[in-house]
């Protein structure tokens, strides 16, 4: 009963004060909570598009240390090629001094087994004879004057053969260039 008293003596400006009050507590708490969820998916934005960097970032290095490792692979496996070009070397001046024809016959067997897994692996011969001197592809070791109606700079002959794998010389050839 005394509660009832209480509310029938309070004026009515009072309650109404308080209950104006509420309100505006409710909107400083309301923006504040804004302001928090506000930052936090400014926070979350952020971290978003750092994991979306960091995601690209390591697609970038795992695919650079593969193309590495595939070209560190593949200039391995040329320089083992590159290291039987003597032995063929060898093969044809041998090929080219033999008198007993069943030895030459060996000889000519190992070297068309030789120049079978070059083809295997895709190296290809460099055989610039008669075209203009190509610094890219040869090394010219000597010149030699042009005969009548050569003109300069022809590769005239091969003294060591060139290779090739795709665009990538594995040895140049060493060539007599015309003067």
């Known amino acids: 009963m005394e509660n009832e008293e209480l509310k029938e003596n309070t004026p009515v400006e ?10 505006a507590e ?11 969820l506000d930052k936090a998916l400014a926070e979350a934005e952020e971290n978003k598009r750092k994991w979306y960097a960091v995601t690209a970032e390591y697609e970038n290095y795992r695919r650079r240390t593969q193309n590495q490792s595939s070209q560190r692979y593949n200039d391995g496996r040329n320089d083992v090629i590159a290291s039987l070009f003597p032995i063929g070397d060898n ?3 041998a090929l080219g001094s ?3 024809e069943n030895t030459k016959q060996g000889v000519d067997m190992v070297l068309k087994a ?7 692996e895709g190296v ?4 610039p004879v008669g075209q203009p001197f190509d610094a890219s592809i040869a090394e010219a070791i000597m010149a030699m004057p042009a005969d009548e ?4 700079g022809i590769v005239k002959q091969v ?17 007599i260039v015309t003067q």
């Open 26 to 36: 409710k909107k400083k708490g309301g923006k504040k909570l804004q302001e928090e």
């Open 159 to 175: 003294y060591v053969k060139g290779y090739k794998k795709g665009d990538k010389v594995l040895r140049y050839a060493q060539v």
């Open 98 to 100: 033999i008198a007993d």
């Open 114 to 120: 030789y120049k079978k897994v070059l083809e295997g």
């Open 14 to 23: 009072e309650t109404a004060e308080v209950k104006q009050e509420k309100p």
């Open 149 to 152: 109606g050569e003109e300069s």
């Open 124 to 127: 290809e011969e460099i055989d």
């Open 91 to 93: 093969l044809e001046r």
